[in-house]
């Protein structure tokens, strides 16, 4: 088992497993209010360590699906429904045009949620924005993986909105709103495109230091240059995958 998880990246047995859990509680096999096996049964069951089934619970959390209750263990809170305009974003893809689409929607939503976030957001809300940021940055000092950071950062932004409508879009859409878990999910755990953790993370504090100053422009500003920015790199990515006889970006 361990020699396996040393050839192959550890994520994507991650997301074989949440997968696997995921479509078992989309399709009622487990209820919401049902406890998911414990650690040492799905260690039994999938053959990976703890810490991949750790991280597979981490997004089933992310996604809202499960919740953990401390000496009880993991419960379904929810089973999504199967919504055909919401699996445009939860649907696995290889497709770049998918991806640069999704972060055209977002910018529509997410520019204008960090605008309301530097407006409304309360000492509380502040403090979760910034925690956020702080945890981003020590995963990246850690080299270790920052895409349920990236995910709470924004999941905290739209909390601050203080419209309990920007949150839901979030949670419904899940974690696969970034685009490279998104992406990694069908390409193997391999993320087509070079690690960009530290661009993200400066963007990321870009956003948070103008909504703690209260500036709502300044917030969408650069909400919109880090969605837009994020355009940019799939683009150039169908470009190069284009030009080596790709068709699977357009």
């Known amino acids: 088992m361990q020699q396996a998880e040393q050839r192959t990246p550890r994520r994507s047995f991650a997301s074989q497993v949440a997968d696997a859990l995921r479509s078992q509680i989309e399709a009622g096999f487990y209820a919401p209010g049902d406890k998911l096996p414990t650690e040492p049964a799905l260690i039994e069951r999938f053959g990976f360590s703890r810490t991949v089934i750790r991280e597979a619970i981490a997004a089933l959390r992310a996604d809202g699906l499960v919740e953990s209750r401390q000496g009880a263990g993991v419960f379904v809170i929810a089973a999504k429904p ?16 998918d991806i640069i ?18 407006a409304r957001s309360s000492p509380a809300q502040e403090a979760e924005i910034q925690a956020q940021v702080d945890k981003f940055a020590d995963l990246v000092a850690q080299g270790k993986p920052t895409d349920d950071a990236d995910f709470q950062f924004h999941m905290a932004i739209a909390t601050a909105t203080n419209n309990q409508r920007f949150k839901a879009f979030l949670e419904h859409v899940g974690r696969r709103m970034i685009p490279r878990v998104k992406f990694k999910t069908v390409m193997g755990g391999v993320d087509p495109l070079p690690n960009r ?5 400066e963007e990321h504090r870009e956003i948070a230091d103008a909504i703690l100053a209260r500036d709502p422009e300044k917030a ?27 068709t699977n970006g357009s």
Not at 197 to 201: E, S
Request: cysteine-free; glycine content about 8%.
């Open 220 to 246: 969408r500003e650069a909400m919109r240059r880090h969605l837009v920015t994020g355009i940019k790199r799939y683009r150039s990515l169908m470009v190069r995958r284009s030009a080596g006889g790709s």
């Open 101 to 118: 689409e999704e972060l055209e929607l977002r910018i529509g939503i997410e520019v204008e949620a960090a605008g309301l976030a530097a």
């Open 82 to 97: 199967a919504d055909e305009a919401f699996k445009l974003f939860t649907d696995e893809t290889d497709k770049i045009s």
């Open 197 to 201: 953790d530290h661009p993200i993370l």
